[in-house]
């Protein structure tokens, strides 16, 4: 059974730097056939896709175009998790975010606990 | 981007109705649709995939067709655990979207 146990502050200041972690157990972020994702959902924008990386021999990393110049997503083997960095934060990114696994035609089939992260001075 | 747009956002129905749910896509692509049920303060959990493929362990009473550019989720008969908000999802082309979502009523 794949779990996914996000964590990272739940605050952070206008300005700064968004970071969380997703810890993952039952598969390994190395994996040739999934993709670790970052998913954020706020009442404006509804569920959006923020971006992934995943490992086909070399590793390799998609962003969304509305995130893409502020947006790192990296693998961390030796911890076998992922992590999350948004930087210049502002109020609108304040949202709940999900790290998610998918296998390509099976969609995103498991999903970490959520984390609501506040943009707030 | 591929836009995704969901009818009804609301529905209210009684357990035991057959509920249907539309997700219309702003360009025509073939199956690489999903489907997920959300409840209040919890993560959306995988129902459907490629359009019409039943996820391990779900119920039976959901179902999903479509393809081009629009994709339909039915619920055969409403059961009580099955009031909450259902979202598609296409993953086509990047960047993957959602649809608004529809939140089920106790009518």
């Known amino acids: 059974q794949v779990q996914l146990q996000q964590s990272g502050p739940g605050l952070v200041k206008p300005s700064q730097t968004l970071s969380l972690s997703c810890a993952i157990s039952?598969?390994?972020?190395?994996?040739?056939?999934?993709?670790w994702n970052w998913i954020r959902q706020s009442p404006s924008r509804g569920l959006e896709w923020l971006g992934r990386?995943?490992?086909?021999?070399?590793?390799?990393?998609d962003y969304a175009v509305s995130v893409k110049s502020r947006i790192t997503i990296n693998p961390d083997t030796s911890k076998n998790q992922f992590s999350l960095q948004l930087n210049s934060v502002t109020p609108e990114d304040t949202a709940v975010y999900y790290c998610?696994?998918?296998?390509?035609?099976?969609?995103?089939?498991?999903w970490g606990q959520g984390t609501l992260v506040t943009v707030s001075s | 981007d591929i836009q995704m747009t969901q009818s009804p956002s609301t529905l209210s129905a009684s357990v035991g109705d057959r509920v249907t749910i539309t997700c219309r896509a702003s360009?025509?692509?073939?199956?690489?649709l999903a489907w997920y049920q959300q409840k209040p303060g919890k993560a959306p959990k995988l129902l459907i995939y490629?359009?019409?493929s039943l996820e391990s362990g779900v119920p039976s009473r959901f179902s999903g067709s479509g393809s081009g550019t629009e994709f339909t989720l039915t619920i055969s008969s409403l059961q009580p655990d099955d009031f909450a908000t259902y979202y598609c999802?296409?993953?086509?082309?990047?960047?993957?979207?959602f649809g608004q979502g529809t939140k089920v009523e106790i009518k």
């Open positions: 998610v696994r998918d296998l390509g035609a099976l969609a995103f089939d498991y």
């Open positions: 039952g598969d390994s972020v190395s994996s040739n056939s999934a993709a």
């Open positions: 990386t995943y490992y086909r021999s070399n590793w390799y990393s």
């Open positions: 360009q025509s692509f073939s199956t690489w």
């Open positions: 490629k359009a019409s």
């Open positions: 999802q296409q993953y086509n082309d990047y960047p993957w979207t």
